[in-house]
């Protein structure tokens, strides 16, 4: 007879054999979903803040432009700060901000003016780098040197490298008509136009000969012409160089760094 030790053990059923349930995996799009929600709202608000910010930051330099400097309430100034401005606005300093105006006129001086400055702080204090181009055509140039007694504006003219105008000498009753190309050059806030060829009903002359022909009623020509341009601009701009490019004359000024500042340089200037 058969004991418990030696009762052989017979397997269980299958129906009553435990068995483990397999995983159901878990759903990862809902959480894509979620945070690609949330990117998304991070990334709106972010450009609408950027422009809004924008905005207002171009808004306030073309008030401040308007209301500091001679410059009509009605003129139309193009501003642009590059770069994202939130950051520029959390670090205090503007790292470029270019103005442009088309046709700004102050009494006779009209041209059109760009300027750029570097590192501009939003709450007050010098600028790293700043200055301004000023360019002028053919009628804004004569605008300009019809307040130059003497100075035929009438029959100004921009060739190539030059400023050309001519004028009409009398010798013995008769009118004899010079031209002259000239030279721009900056001295001191003036514009200075310095006579560089001269010709005689047409054929080119040397100084030394139109002396010669009309004595002291050459002076007339042979001289320099100067504009003072610093009167129409403000005081903290200062005139380097001038050229004529192509069909304008074209001006540059420096600007000085503490313009922002310095209420005495926003007024204008002198010569």
């Not at 799009?29 to 929600?37: D, K, M, Q």
């Amino acid at each position: 007879m058969a004991t418990g030790d030696t009762q052989p053990t017979l397997p269980l059923p299958d129906g009553l054999v435990a068995t483990e349930q397999p995983r159901r995996p878990r759903r990862a799009w809902p959480w894509l979903v979620a945070f690609g929600i949330v990117v998304l709202l991070a990334v709106g608000a972010w450009f609408l803040g950027e422009m809004i910010a924008r905005d207002l930051v171009e808004k306030t330099i073309r008030t401040q432009i308007t209301s500091n400097l001679p410059v009509p309430a009605d003129q139309e100034i193009d501003v642009d700060v590059p770069g994202a401005i939130i950051p520029q606005l959390i670090g205090g300093r503007l790292d470029e901000v270019r103005v442009a105006a088309d046709d700004i006129a102050i009494d006779a001086f009209a041209g059109d003016i760009a300027v750029e400055m570097r590192d501009v702080p939003i709450r007050g204090g010098a600028v790293s780098d700043a200055s301004a181009t000023v360019t002028l055509d053919e009628a804004q140039l004569r605008r300009l040197m019809a307040q130059v007694d003497g100075f035929p504006s009438d029959a100004l003219g921009i060739d190539s490298s030059f400023v050309t105008a001519s004028m009409e000498l009398s010798l013995f009753g008769a009118s004899i008509p010079i031209g002259f190309s000239l030279t721009p050059s900056a001295d001191e806030g003036e514009l200075v136009l310095t006579p560089e060829s001269l010709q005689v009903a047409g054929a080119d002359v040397t100084v030394d000969e139109l002396r010669r022909q009309f004595g002291v009623l050459s002076n007339a020509v042979l001289r320099d012409w100067p504009v003072c341009v610093a009167q129409y601009l403000p005081a903290g701009l200062a005139l380097d160089t001038v050229d004529v490019v192509g069909d304008d004359l074209v001006a540059r000024f420096s600007i000085a760094d503490t313009i922002l500042t310095d209420p005495a340089l926003r007024t204008r200037g002198t010569c």
